[in-house]
Nanobody
């Protein structure tokens, strides 16, 4: 079955950096658009960044544009989220998701989800 497994979360001070990874299995990775969402306590899933199958097209939320970079390594079936200049408001559970087709920002458009990894940014 399809599995998405995130890693790389943790506690970091404001201004610091983290790199999240999402390893995919059970699917033909090169046919899937990948996306990162985050969810803070009591809030809905928030779109962060998405990347198409070959990495040629990306899209970012205004909240993270210029600070976060999404990338993928199709040889490793892995998508990454490089986060820099982190702020306390970036604190959330970060999840990766997969869908077939073009990039989308809406969580309901994504078929498969990982369990998430916690990112906590201290002030």
């Amino acid at each position: 079955q399809v599995q998405l497994v995130e890693s790389g979360g943790g506690l970091v001070q404001a201004g610091g950096s983290l790199r999240l990874s999402c390893a995919a299995s059970g699917l033909t990775f090169t046919t899937y658009t990948m996306c990162w969402f985050r969810q803070a306590p009591g809030k809905e899933h928030e779109f962060i960044a998405t990347i198409n199958w070959d990495g040629g097209t990306t899209d970012y939320s205004d909240a993270v544009k210029g600070r976060f970079t999404i990338s993928r390594d199709n040889a490793k079936n892995t998508v990454y989220l490089q986060m820099s200049s982190l702020k306390p408001e970036d604190t959330a559970i970060y999840s990766c998701a997969a869908r077939r087709g073009i990039i989308r920002r809406t969580s309901r458009e994504y078929s498969y989800w990982g369990q998430g990894t916690q990112v906590t940014v201290s002030s």
